[in-house]
């Protein structure tokens, strides 16, 4: 079983920047995509932004030049950067990961991180 563990969550002035971390507990092999979700009050969750096993990032229309995903293999670390913070990025944001082990393919979740942005 792999325990998935947010961070860097918090409050921040509109037009500021935040840096999420997930740090897995073990190293993954098998990794399909990763990915950073978001669920504002009264919303379903929404991907914000995922990257293929083969490092090909993709991004939500509406954080599309703000947030950016990346990971650091060695340190089984999933990053997201988010700059130019608006009031509708208020949310709790997870981190995702799909992979395959043995013949099963699991999804990981972490458990969550609060994102608040003031005007």
């Known amino acids: 079983q792999v325990q998935l563990v947010e961070s860097g969550g918090g409050l921040v002035q509109a037009g500021g920047s935040l840096r999420l971390s997930c740090v897995a507990s073990?190293?993954?092999?098998?990794?399909?995509?990763v990915g950073w979700y978001r669920q504002a009050p009264g919303n379903q969750r929404e991907r914000v932004a995922g990257?293929?096993?083969?490092?090909?990032?993709n991004y939500a229309d509406s954080v599309k030049g703000r947030f950016t995903i990346s990971r650091d293999n060695a340190k089984n670390t999933l990053y997201l950067q988010m700059n130019s913070l608006k009031p509708e990025d208020t949310a709790v944001y997870y981190c995702?990961?799909?992979?395959?082990?043995?013949?099963?393919?699991?999804?990981?979740w972490g458990q969550g991180t609060q994102v608040t942005v003031s005007t």
């Open positions: 990257m293929t096993s083969g490092g090909t990032a």
């Open positions: 073990r190293s993954i092999s098998r990794i399909n995509v």
């Open positions: 995702h990961v799909n992979a395959v082990t043995g013949l099963w393919t699991y999804d990981y």
